[in-house]
């Protein structure tokens, strides 16, 4: 048996495996992420492990599995954070998290100093606050206490497998996602480094996903109460592994979308694509030798999750499936529009300023055409998404559906209509990115190899577009993409803004 982690941004899921990668159950342990004013986006790792112990002996529990017939364990993670460890491998202050956007200054500074072209034909991304590096530089600059005492850097899952065996590295699909990592050389980029005033001895050797870190430490096994002989495989990050729980091992799998709370398109490929208008970005693959394009925008689900909190009379207990089937069928929303950038945006616009807004609203508008505006305004970023890889020679034909929001049929039938293709939904579905990471542990372990992925999802449903409703979605689309350029001069003069 395998157990793998999927570290979220809510929760961790687990979910344990037969060798093959086989899901046999599955459970989530949530945690709290903070959200502050200024960009702020914090959680603290403490609770990740927390997370990682009680899930396991949640799955060995339910299961009734015997703890001795576990030969693996591996781990999934959220992307682009920045957990700063002391010399004694604790964390120094709360992990800075893939949504946070402060560090603009220091984004700034690496643009004067690389230009924005060069860093991103070298790193496969543009420069920007979401990314690890300039995290790390915004500690420095601005928590002098707190610096004096960082010692090594490594990203949320990489944290968990050092707990879990002692051993301090990361692997190059979460390097890739750090903006210090040359995807060129395959190593740490000696050029970013030295214009982020960064000393190479911060950052952690860079292994294969596939690589057997070690195995559990005698307190790690105690605490998830399994066997010091299981095998830690070093995983991934969250978009590479989802891409092989959906089936996508190669070019020719197709694309897919993961409706998770950033939402994301990406596919496989063997060499990192570039958009000249710089849109999208590239991550190195859990399967060695090869790529994924990627366009991620930051509040895709978050964005349905909000509504549904703000519009059900208990915001604990959103009534996300109601409100998504009200706004259902052939509901007009009449020239409402919805901006979905609750959190700034990375795909496609790359703008830590911008602001969630709806633009268009009347009298007559409903919760009904609210919630649908938000789905259709999710649908018109990504769409914006698809037409830059298009633009750059991607051919995206079909589209398969991961993540908790592929669970709804009104979603899929919007974003069918809007992007003119169809989508199909798998059996796998919120558990995408944790079976992407029992594949990679099964063939770190040499159970089986990455081709087996293929087999362990099916297409469960398909949505395809009506020509009618895509049509007028693409005029729409167009008024949607207008109203963000009318609002951008508005969302770079707000205070927050000014202060960055």
Not at 29 to 45: M, R, S
Not at 320 to 331: F, P
């Amino acid at each position: 048996m395998i157990i793998a982690h999927d570290l979220g941004t809510t929760g961790d899921k687990a979910s344990l495996h037969h060798d093959d990668g086989r899901l046999v159950t599955s459970v989530t342990v949530p945690y709290p992420a903070h959200f502050a004013a200024g960009g702020i986006a914090e959680q603290d790792p403490a609770d990740w492990w927390g997370a990682v112990v009680s899930a396991t002996r949640d799955l060995l529990s339910r299961s009734g599995v015997a703890p001795e017939t576990v030969v693996g364990l591996v781990v999934s993670g959220q992307m682009m954070g920045t957990v700063l460890l002391d010399a004694h491998g604790e964390p120094v202050r709360p992990a800075i998290i893939w949504a946070d956007t402060r560090s603009g200054s220091q984004t700034r500074m690496l643009e004067q100093a690389i230009g924005a072209d060069e860093a991103y034909r070298v790193l496969g991304h543009r420069l920007n606050p979401t990314y690890s590096v300039e995290k790390i530089m915004w500690v420095r600059d601005n928590e002098p206490d707190v610096w004096s005492r960082v010692r090594h850097f490594c990203v949320a899952k990489d944290y968990i497998v050092y707990r879990l065996t002692g051993r301090l590295a990361t692997e190059r699909s979460d390097a890739s996602g750090t903006n210090a990592y040359d995807q060129v050389a395959g190593t740490w980029s000696a050029r970013v480094l030295e214009a982020a005033g960064l000393d190479a001895s911060l950052f952690p050797e860079i292994l294969e996903s596939t690589t057997v870190a070690g195995t559990l430490t005698t307190e790690s096994a105690d605490a998830l109460g399994l066997p010091r002989s299981v095998r830690v495989v070093m995983g991934g990050g969250d978009g590479p592994l989802a891409a092989v729980g959906s089936g996508v091992v190669a070019p020719e799998d197709g694309a897919y979308v993961c409706l998770g709370t950033s939402s994301w398109i990406s596919f496989a490929s063997l060499a990192p694509l570039h958009d000249p208008l710089l849109r999208t970005m590239t991550f190195d693959n859990v399967v060695p030798g090869s790529f994924v394009p990627t366009a991620t925008m930051q509040a895709g689900g978050a964005s349905v999750q909000w509504i549904a909190e703000a519009l059900s009379p208990d915001p604990a207990r959103p009534e996300t499936g109601r409100l998504t089937s009200e706004a259902g069928g052939d509901l007009d929303t009449e020239d409402l529009y919805f901006l979905p950038y609750l959190l700034g945006e990375r795909s496609p616009l790359w703008d830590p300023h911008a602001r969630g807004a709806f633009v268009g609203i009347g009298r007559h508008h409903t919760r009904a055409h609210l919630t649908r505006a938000v789905l259709e305004g999710v649908a018109f970023n990504l769409l914006t998404c698809i037409e830059a890889f298009r633009e750059s020679g991607a051919v995206i034909d079909r589209i398969d559906a991961v993540g908790g929001g592929a669970q709804s049929d009104v979603w899929l039938g919007i974003l069918a209509d809007v992007w003119g293709v169809p989508i199909r939904r798998r059996t796998i579905v919120e558990e995408a990115n944790s079976l992407g990471a029992a594949v990679t542990g099964a063939v770190g372990l040499g159970l089986a190899d990455f081709s087996a992925a293929r087999a362990l999802s099916e297409v469960t449903a398909e949505f395809s577009p009506d020509a009618g409703r895509h049509a007028v979605y693409a005029q729409r689309h167009a008024r949607f993409v207008d109203a963000y350029t009318a609002l951008e001069p508005w969302f770079a003069g707000s205070p927050s803004a000014r202060e960055a």
